[in-house]
């Protein structure tokens, strides 16, 4: 008689994952439908309704979020900072960069005041879900605008605004959660100490990005993504131990790296480049993490009416404030572009792992910022289905 261990039984389960996220893809192709929340219906599915999961494993995997969180920060950070080029795009395409800090900031403010006068929530708190909350996802995004007809600049515009909102999503969220670690601090003793925090993370970020380099263009390695993101962690790490700002470190080393180009033509170094190998690895990589992350959201969330509720109006505020957010910095555009623009405000990826690290910390509010945050992905991601849907584009050729 054949016996199933607990071990095959996961490794079936990750296999079985890994498929359905490869179908989520395809049915994201074919109908428009995020593939996030079909990856969230399959872990809602899995434990809730068929109970395949047994509890000790969900515990397992709760205690083990902050570490694959801050592993998949790493990832998306690293990603993201490289995207961060030192050239003209990102002065030309100012649209792009108001929008990706507004998106953020924007959450921040109306999420704060909104959860203290309807919910009682202190506002620290209020302003840690708007910094989650204050991404458009790239996974939705690049694949749609890469497939339609649009003008070279609304294309680095939305490109620009869902690189940008996720970096600067994640440095808000993390120093907001340092604020809420520390709340007995006067106001001059935090400055001074988020100060000291983030200059240690620049400083560090810097001289191994300029280190890393050498030693890129010694060893050439087929490898070298693979090698770069074990040094990310790495920095991440050790800056974390010695109370630095990790995140901020990763985001200067990988503007480092993503510059490449330009600091080995200052420093005489003759690099190999090989763009498309190097975006191969980081989709695939990125594939994993998202798959992962928004099936174990739909594994451990809890289907509440009132979090429903609560989720559905907060993603409503998000959605009503994009709208002035995009006519006022696109004022001068066309109205079928600030449509698209505003269609495109899915959450995704960043908010699911940053919601996953809040949830690993515990206490009154982090573990509802989670319950939350799953909720705002559903609606938002709906609600951008559906106005996609209404959109009139030229397919590129071919697609």
Do not use: C
Not at 69 to 98: C, H, P, R
């Amino acid at each position: 008689m054949l016996q199933v261990t607990s071990s095959s039984t996961v490794l079936v389960a990750i296999a079985i994952i890994i498929i359905l996220g490869y179908i989520s893809l395809d049915i994201f192709r074919r109908t428009r439908i995020p593939e996030l929340l079909i990856l969230m219906l399959i872990g809602i599915f899995l434990v809730q309704i068929l109970g395949l999961v047994p509890h000790n494993y969900l515990n397992v995997l709760r205690s083990l979020a902050p570490i694959f969180g801050s592993l998949a920060l790493v990832v998306i950070m690293y990603n993201g900072g490289q995207e961060l080029k030192f050239d003209s795009s990102l002065i030309t395409n100012w649209k792009g960069v108001a929008l990706g800090i507004l998106d953020n900031l924007l959450a921040i403010a109306l999420l704060a005041i909104f959860m203290y006068y309807a919910f009682g929530w202190p506002l620290l708190y209020g302003a840690i879900l708007g910094a989650i909350l204050g991404e458009t996802t790239s996974i939705v995004v690049i694949p749609f605008i890469r497939k339609v007809k649009l003008s070279s600049g609304l294309f680095k515009t939305l490109i620009i605004e869902s690189t940008l909102n996720s970096v600067v999503a994640i440095v808000s969220f993390s120093l907001l959660l340092v604020l809420a670690q520390n709340q007995t601090l006067s106001a001059l003793t935090f400055i001074t100490y988020i100060l000291d925090y983030i200059s240690l993370a620049v400083v560090i970020g810097f001289v191994a990005g300029i280190g890393w380099l050498f030693v890129l263009n010694s060893l050439k390695s087929a490898r070298e993504y693979l090698a770069t993101i074990a040094m990310a962690i790495l920095l991440y790490g050790l800056v974390d131990i010695f109370n630095g700002a990790p995140i901020v470190t990763v985001l200067i080393f990988a503007m480092i790296i993503g510059n490449k180009r330009i600091f080995a033509k200052a420093l005489n170094l003759k690099m190999n480049f090989n763009p498309n190998k190097e975006k191969a690895v980081e989709k695939e990589l990125e594939f994993l993490i998202s798959t992962f992350f928004f099936v174990f959201m739909g594994m451990i969330t809890v289907l509440s009416l009132g979090f429903a509720i609560e989720g559905f109006i907060v993603a409503i505020i998000l959605i009503i404030a994009r709208y002035p957010e995009v006519r006022g910095v696109m004022r001068n555009n066309t109205k079928d572009e600030r449509y698209i623009v505003f269609s495109l405000m899915p959450r995704g990826v960043t908010v699911a792992t940053l919601a996953t690290i809040a949830y690993g910390l515990g206490g009154t509010y982090f573990p509802q910022i989670f319950y939350l945050s799953f909720f705002v992905i559903v609606a938002t991601s709906i609600a951008s289905s559906f106005l996609l849907t209404k959109v009139k584009v030229e397919l590129k050729e071919g697609q």
